[in-house]
């Protein structure tokens, strides 16, 4: 399995699961825990004052690997006001967070980054 994608909660946001140290016999965190990303896209439906938006998804041609995303979202507000449609690119995932990937290393380091913070 090379990436859990998932979609309709109204919010741009990842989720972890972490399944914890592997085979080191201990139980405190280690760089050896399998990190598991599970991306969640917000949804088209402008439902809850959302803006509606979408998610491209670049992977690696040969392995299909997840690599980056970025999302973008139709500006209701400027679009109605102009009579016509405004989509906004998000910055992409790699460069917002400063991993190489989408994949579970990558999370697994931003999530070791973001615990001191």
């Known amino acids: ?23 080191n016999g201990s139980d405190e965190q280690s760089p050896s825990s399998l990190v598991v990303p599970l ?10 004052g959302a803006n509606p938006s979408y998610r491209i998804v670049r992977t690696d041609q ?9 999302t973008r979202y139709l500006d209701l507000a400027v679009s ?12 992409g995932f790699v460069g ?3 991993v190489p990937d989408l994949s579970p290393d ?6 070791d980054g973001l615990g001191g913070e």
Do not use: K
């Open 1 to 23: 399995i090379l990436g859990h994608f998932f979609g309709h909660l109204h919010t741009e946001e990842f989720r972890l699961i972490d399944f914890g140290p592997l085979g």
């Open 39 to 48: 991306l969640v896209a917000s949804s088209v439906t402008p439902i809850y």
């Open 62 to 70: 040969d392995t299909g690997a997840p690599l980056d995303y970025t």
């Open 80 to 91: 109605n006001a102009r009579g016509e449609p405004r989509w906004i690119a998000l910055p």
């Open 96 to 98: 917002e967070y400063g």
């Open 106 to 111: 990558s999370f697994g380091a931003l999530r």
